[in-house]
């Protein structure tokens, strides 16, 4: 139960910038992430937030690009990407219902609900 629903996504060049939305609602997740999927490959985290305190983890592709935050108030989740590069491009997709341990926020199977993803594309 709950919807995810992400937006943001579009075509970009390379070095620049997108930052993506996820609305949430009837979700209750301890944290919240991102994750990413090229065609032909499995889905990375790419990053993950503690709903109430505000930390954050990066996966190393994303750290010094990449900043995860939220707005409580709006129950929105964002994710800011800057200098994005091509090999960045993938469906990126929200996720909620955590259900791991700490060390876990960045795997995949840690998550319960997810949304319907927004396309990022980063070419020239």
């Known amino acids: 139960q709950g919807q995810l629903v992400e937006s943001g996504g579009g075509s970009v060049q390379p070095e620049g910038s997108l930052r993506l939305s996820c609305a949430a609602s009837g979700v209750s997740s301890t944290y919240m992430g991102w994750f990413r999927q090229a065609p032909g490959k499995s889905r990375e985290g790419v990053a993950a937030?503690?709903?109430?305190?505000?930390?954050?983890f990066y996966a190393d592709s994303a750290k010094g690009r990449f900043t995860i935050s939220r707005d409580n108030t709006k129950n929105t989740l964002y994710l800011q990407m800057k200098v994005l590069k091509p090999e960045d491009t993938a469906m990126y997709y929200c996720?909620?219902?955590?259900?791991?341990?700490?060390?876990?926020?960045?795997?995949?199977?840690?998550?319960?609900?997810w949304g319907q993803g927004t396309q990022v594309t980063v070419s020239s």
């Open positions: 937030i503690h709903t109430s305190t505000g930390s954050s």
């Open positions: 996720a909620a219902g955590y259900r791991g341990w700490g060390s876990d926020v960045l795997r995949e199977s840690s998550y319960t609900s």
